[in-house]
């Protein structure tokens, strides 16, 4: 027996040997799994030597709670809207019944034409089309047009501003940040959860995309009193040229989903078209923008410039030759017109000159026009063949020497594009920039080239487009100024011009509150030398 115990006593000691062991290496895996180690207050590559301590963590929980609180609102809103929806369309089912089920020639018969339609969803879908969605609406003028706004996450630039209001703001009230929001989430349901309907929209098989708030590039929105809101959306990867874009409605109702499809911008080249006669200066301030946009980032734009007169064309010529020369650029064309200048008649002259394919999307520029990478995509976006044209709104900067008048120098052009108040105003009075297929400028007829000089022709266009079924796309647009410049209106110009000039001169020199102290300058002079004798009066007694 003592033998035999001795082997067993030796078998429980390993095995109690080895379960002291396994114990302490759950210990040792449990203590590395809890306790950070000595350098994890170190931050991530490329975030700073700030250690990632309880504070931290705790602001991404509160962040990610707000995040999912927000989403769950906006649920809570959407369904509270369907269920209104819901009530209210069962009440005028109820009623068509009713009205159904009445003799004829009793109450429920009045013959009105303007009477609720029997089917709700053919209600809301003939609201969408009255929206301007898939066709243009006739309009008288340009008065009539109902322009859109434009936002992106954070902010939103608007045309009517009051005196209270800026061009550029980040929406205050909660109800309005509430309603972008929805909007932005909507779409992006839409694009993340596609139905079969987009897929055979876009005849590609139906994928489930991932797309986030980061992907959003902007936003186009305007109310109509008799239909509802329209919401454009546009969505994309980075360093991608595919953008989806998403068409919501609200017909004073939830939203609902117009349509998802994908735009492919890739091989779509701008033409841009630049009329000129002399401000040679101006043209190579022009050309350092076109090099650092056109040809160094996007690299699918062609530029023509038509230039009126002799004087001048050498150094235009020169200043071509040498970017194209320093840069390998070669998609550009000279077109020297020995005419009296007409903007019309330039603009006309390098659209017909086209010669590269059949159709090509169109930019009609001034020289002192300053745009970016973003306005050459919402050119492209927001344009169609026989269907779509873009009028944008011009944010123009006031006179610089106005503006900064109490600094010795004013700012370099770069950081003078800032939308504010007392810097600039959305140029809704502007017609004249504009993005619009080749095909649908020749079919519409072009500028009317019996006007010559300054202004009309611009507005005689816009009018023919409003007047056809093509949609027309009028949004200020942040990534587009004018940059300011000494006006000067001809004698020769007719009475009307002559106005239209006058005025753009007196808008384009100052905002209200500068134009103010400009009128009073002798008052307020004299009220300073006043108080400067005074106050030496008191020192000498």
């Known amino acids: 027996m003592p033998r035999r115990g001795l082997p067993l006593q030796g078998r429980a000691r390993w095995l109690l040997l080895g379960i002291f062991l396994l114990l302490m290496l759950l210990l040792f895996a449990y203590l590395l799994e809890c306790t950070p180690p000595a350098d994890a207050g170190l931050a991530l590559p490329g975030l700073g030597a700030e250690p990632y ?43 068509l019944q009713e009205r159904k089920e009445a003799p004829a020639g009793g109450p429920g018969l009045t013959g009105d034409k303007d009477q609720e339609p029997g089917d709700l969803l053919e209600y809301l879908h003939a ?39 800026h061009p550029e703001e980040k929406p205050v009230r909660k109800d309005r940040r ?15 959860n596609p139905d079969e309907e987009d897929a055979q929209e876009e005849d590609v098989p ?67 078209i630049v009329p000129l006669s002399g401000r040679t200066e101006t043209f190579t301030q022009f050309l350092h923008t076109f090099r650092e946009v056109c040809i160094l980032q996007d690299k699918r734009v062609y530029l023509t410039v038509v230039y009126f007169g002799q004087k001048g064309l ?65 050119c492209r976006l927001n344009t169609a063949p026989n269907k779509k044209v873009f009028y944008p709104v011009v944010f123009s900067l006031y006179n610089p020497a106005v503006v900064y008048g109490n600094l010795e120098l004013a700012p370099p052009i770069e950081n003078q594009l800032i939308h504010k108040k007392d810097t600039g105003f959305w140029r809704d009075f502007g017609f004249g920039m504009t993005c619009q297929y080749r095909s649908d400028f020749l079919n519409i007829g072009g500028f009317d080239l019996e006007v010559k000089g300054w202004g009309v ?70 009220h300073l030398r006043k108080q400067a004798f005074r106050t030496q009066s008191k020192a000498e007694d």
Request: charged share 30%.
């Open 53 to 95: 301590g309880r504070e931290y963590y705790q602001a991404m929980l509160q962040e990610q709670e707000e995040r999912h609180g927000s989403r769950a609102n906006s649920l809570k809103r959407q369904i509270a809207q369907l269920k209104q929806e819901l009530q209210e369309m069962n009440e005028k089912l109820n009623a």
């Open 178 to 192: 509430d309603e972008l929001v929805e909007v932005i989430e909507a779409g992006l349901d839409v694009i993340n």
């Open 206 to 272: 139906m994928q489930r995309q991932t797309y986030t708030e980061g992907h959003f590039i902007e936003g186009l929105y305007r109310t109509e009193r008799d239909k509802g809101t329209l919401y454009e959306l546009f969505f994309a990867k980075d360093d991608s040229n595919e953008f989806r874009q998403v068409t919501l409605f609200r017909p004073f109702g939830p939203l609902m989903k117009v349509r998802s499809v994908s735009v492919e911008t890739t091989h779509t080249i701008i033409n841009l």
């Open 314 to 378: 050498q150094d235009v010529k020169f200043s071509l030759q040498k970017m194209a020369r320093e840069e390998n650029f070669t998609d550009y064309t000279l077109l020297p017109v020995d005419e009296e200048f007409s903007r019309g008649r330039g603009l006309d002259i390098g659209a017909h000159a086209w010669k590269r394919s059949a159709d090509v999307l169109m930019f009609f520029c001034d020289v002192d026009i300053y745009f970016n990478l973003e306005f050459l995509n919402s």
């Open 457 to 526: 022709e611009d507005v005689h266009l816009y009018r023919k487009y409003l007047r056809s079924e093509l949609i027309v796309m009028r949004t200020p647009v942040s990534s587009l100024f004018h940059l300011w410049h000494e006006k000067r209106c001809a004698d020769e110009l007719t009475p009307e011009q002559y106005r239209m000039c006058i005025q753009s001169k007196a808008m384009n020199e100052a905002s209200h509150s500068h134009l103010g102290m400009l009128v009073f300058r002798e008052e307020i002079e004299n």
């Open 127 to 165: 609201q969408i089309d009255k929206a301007e969605v898939s066709t243009g609406a006739r309009l008288p003028s340009e008065y009539a047009m109902v322009p859109f706004e434009s936002f992106t996450a954070t902010k939103v630039f608007q045309l009517e501003m009051g005196l209270t209001r």
